[in-house]
């Protein structure tokens, strides 16, 4: 009754693992809306920095690979400036070491994401970054 009356009647209802204790229930309910689906095989929680595939394997990202991939996921399909980056990463939009880190980072998350050919992160030249992935199911 509780949880009706904070709006969360429905999510309970939905199959969790057992035993559950109230602080797991919880972060189920906080990270389900950071869960992003990437090509055929990779399923991104953003909310626990980790990378899975559909064969099992998982890789967790640093701090900075989360938030640089947590950005492209939100805007899937849409070009992200590199300025708009660099500024919500480093707090800055015109800095050359930073520039140089954002690049690193993307090639280490281009690497992560090969096995997949229906996931690209391509640079548009003087542009910024756009990921690529098709919608779930399609």
Known sequence: ??????????????????????????????????????????????????????????????????????????????VVKREAILERLWNTDDDYFASRSLDVFVSRLRKLLASDNTVQLKTIKGVGLILESPAPGG
């Not at 709006?7 to 919880?26: A, N, S, T």
């Open 1 to 78: 009754d509780r949880l009706r009356s904070r709006g969360l009647g429905d999510v309970y209802k939905r199959q969790l693992p057992e035993p559950l204790r109230l602080g797991e229930f919880l972060t189920t309910i906080v990270n389900e809306e950071e869960i992003f689906h990437l090509g055929t095989s990779f399923i991104f929680e953003a909310g626990h920095a980790l990378l899975k595939q559909t064969e099992g394997k998982e890789q967790t990202l640093t701090e900075r690979e989360a938030a640089l991939l947590r950005i492209l996921c939100e805007n899937k399909n849409k």
